[in-house]
């Protein structure tokens, strides 16, 4: 683990020679990608090495390197090195780099089918969202969506709750009147911003702090740990949970590198992937706690709770609207209310409830 830890860093001034190195990939042979006789495994992400999706991946690196170290060595690439999320993915759909870690808002350009998760107000509570999409057999569906786009998702990772915070203190939708928000790149959710009666402002991840310092938005929408791992907390001092939305990030592929190994690697690197998820659930937990704590003992940030229901009643007629403007989504959508109206009827409080479950049986 030690030494999986010790993760590929590389200097700004390099980011260019290593992306021109990555698109050199392209159409190349497996041998051109090899270093040592191995095979190099590039994956890119956007958070820093203290963040659970980055642990979650060194997890995957030392599940594949245990079982495949004599063909594979993992490299991984944190803090946007290799681009922002939307420039990561096309590195990956070229094959350029071969796994990514991007928010399910950055995959709806390359399938509609992703949309369903911009949703506002979709799940009815994290444990549901959870069992969701712990339902692995469901979910390869949902996976293999980006075939024709040369992508494949392997595992998803909790990004928590996202909720409003900026300037100054947002209690009631009438709070967002005026202001400008920024948003991920996702119609859903500029709709939804805009529902609220507030100004969307899509832009890059990396934008933000800067931007809010600025003046040019006056807040944003995500979770805990922006304002710590990001900083954001030191120009946002008012964050409101509202729970809009749970939107997961996705570990995603480059399809023809995956179609390229054997049954038993693709088991090994699926096997690893289930692994990495089990280890950022886990770290998950313990790093919103410590971001809470740090964001309001040392940032002086507040949390302010609000009455839910007055910010659904603002979106209620959207989810109709999504449904119908994509057949995409119909068939996720009508499972998740599905699970949602059984396990109201018959509830799960021991932690073993699983979508279309309830303790009468399985729905299929």
């Not at 693709?266 to 659930?281: D, G, H, M, P």
């Not at 809470?292 to 910010?311: D, L, R, S, Y």
Request: negative net charge.
């Amino acid at each position: 683990m030690e030494k999986a830890k010790k993760c590929l860093k590389i200097e700004p001034v390099l980011l260019l020679a290593v992306i021109l190195t990555g698109f050199c990939l392209v159409g190349c042979s497996r041998a051109g990608s090899m270093s040592s006789g191995k095979r190099i495994v590039r994956v890119s992400h956007g958070q820093s090495e203290e963040h659970p999706e980055h642990l979650g991946l060194l997890a995957f690196k030392d599940y594949v390197e245990e079982r495949l170290g004599d063909k594979y060595e993992v490299q991984i690439y944190p803090n946007e090195i290799l681009g922002a999320a939307q420039k990561a993915i096309e590195l990956t759909q070229t094959g350029a780099i071969d796994f990514v870690v991007a928010g399910t808002a950055n995959l709806e350009t390359f399938d509609k089918t992703y949309e369903i998760f911009s949703m506002p107000y979709l799940f009815p509570s994290e444990e549901q969202y959870q069992a969701f999409m712990n339902d692995r057999e469901y979910m390869e569906t949902v996976y293999e969506a980006t075939k024709d786009s040369g992508l494949r998702v392997m595992t998803w990772y909790n990004a928590g709750t996202r909720n409003f915070y900026g300037k100054k203190p947002i209690r009631t939708p009438k709070d967002l009147k005026g202001m400008k928000i920024r948003v991920q790149q996702s119609p859903a959710s500029v709709a939804m911003v805009k529902a609220f009666g507030a100004a969307a402002s899509p832009m890059g991840f990396g934008e933000v702090y800067t931007a809010i310092q600025q003046g040019v938005i006056d807040g944003a929408e995500n979770n805990e740990l922006a304002l710590t791992n990001n900083k954001h907390g030191e120009v946002a001092k008012y964050f409101s949970y509202d729970m809009h939305q749970m939107v997961p990030d996705m570990l995603i592929g480059n399809w023809k590198f995956l179609e390229g190994l054997s049954p038993e690697e693709f088991q090994v690197f699926k096997e690893a992937a289930i692994r990495s998820t089990e280890v950022e659930l886990k770290e998950w937990e313990q790093a919103v706690e410590a971001a809470k704590k740090t964001a309001k003992e040392q940032m002086g940030v507040t949390f302010i709770q609000v009455n839910t229901g007055e910010f659904q009643q603002k979106v209620i007629g959207l989810q109709q609207e999504m449904i119908e403007k994509n057949p995409k989504i119909r068939d996720i959508y009508e499972r998740v209310m599905m699970a949602r109206k059984w396990s109201e009827e018959e509830p799960v409080t021991d932690g073993t409830w699983q979508v279309g479950q309830t303790k009468k049986g399985v729905i299929r």
